[in-house]
């Protein structure tokens, strides 16, 4: 760990004031390496109360600690603090990359969703992240990644904090109505074997965000609007425990019990033409049916749907 990674990791687990002096000694450094600590921890978004004769003390925000994560995930974690997109940064590294690998940033300069999309990046208060997997194997043998990891984000906010958010298919997390988290899966075949040899899932979650632009503030929220009760080194170590150690046939339950769309009136268009219907299933694929005004049912691989009930 850095400096003010390790000063960070050992004030946030302390109620009240830490002086100078004694980081200095258990750190074995001096009072002017912990000031400097300080500072960067500022400068990264951490507010800290600095009061002479006592010490210093975190009143809001938290660090990414990749290390941290690392050890409680037991895979390689790695933080890009310059990060264009954390999918580019696993995308970069897929040859070196041995076994899944989690990539972090604490903002995105190019963050793209589904259909290459830009999409917000605050600069401080949001997770952006991308698990790098090598599964190797054929295209009808791929797991229904997109739908674990969106069940996997839904469970572990629920586990830490007790708020309960829904998954509109087949991507996006909403909470009290709007968009706090989305979720974009990119897989990479071999055209010698045929094989998916690769599979880059990214997430992006708006954990404390309170800087929305205007266009889209009325549609985007944030999982917290006060003080967070957990960090988001908790979040991010809970979905992926979560994605890495719950069977896959769990996850996709969990995916069914919180949609937004079933037994919902849905609209979609395909080669310019509106459909509407009531969305009835969601496959184990991650295909959604959809029964049609006219009493046919289509089945959904992608796209993007609207609830005709609230948007």
Do not use: C
């Not at 991308?130 to 739908?147: A, D, G, Q, R």
């Amino acid at each position: 760990m850095k400096t003010y990674e390790k000063i960070y990791d050992y004030l946030q687990n302390k109620d009240d004031y830490i002086s100078g002096e004694t980081l200095a000694k258990e750190f074995e450094l001096s009072r002017t390496a912990i000031w400097k600590a300080i500072k960067t921890l500022e400068e990264k978004g951490v507010k800290i109360d600095s009061v002479k004769k006592r010490g210093y003390k975190i009143i809001s925000g938290d660090l990414l600690l990749p290390e941290v994560i690392a050890k409680e995930l037991k895979i390689p974690v790695t933080i890009n603090e310059k990060s264009e997109s954390t999918q580019l940064d696993a995308k970069n590294n897929m040859e070196f990359d041995k076994q899944s690998h989690l990539y972090l940033a604490p903002s995105q300069e190019k963050a793209k969703g589904r259909f290459g999309r830009q999409f917000f990046a605050s600069k401080q208060g949001g997770i952006y992240m991308s698990l790098h997997l090598k599964p190797n194997v054929p295209f009808e043998e791929i797991k229904p990644y997109t739908l674990m990891v969106a069940s996997s984000v839904v469970k572990a906010i629920s586990r830490l904090t007790g708020i309960e958010t829904d998954i509109k298919w087949v991507n996006d997390i909403y909470y009290n109505g709007k968009k706090i988290a989305g979720i974009l899966t990119e897989a990479i075949s071999s055209v010698e074997t045929g094989l998916i040899t690769d599979v880059i899932i990214g997430v992006g979650i708006n954990f404390y965000i309170t800087d929305f632009p205007n266009a889209i503030s009325q549609k985007a929220g944030s999982l917290f609007s006060s003080q967070p009760t957990i960090t988001r080194n908790e979040l991010i170590t809970e979905i992926w425990k979560l994605f890495l150690t719950i069977p896959e046939k769990d996850l996709v339950k969990v995916y069914k019990e919180k949609s937004l769309v079933l037994n919902k009136q849905v609209t979609f268009s395909e080669n310019d033409i509106e459909f509407s219907g009531l969305a009835i299933d969601i496959t184990n694929q991650g295909y959604l049916l959809v029964k049609l005004d006219n009493g046919q049912e289509k089945l959904l691989r992608s796209g993007e749907i609207s609830l005709s009930s609230w948007e």
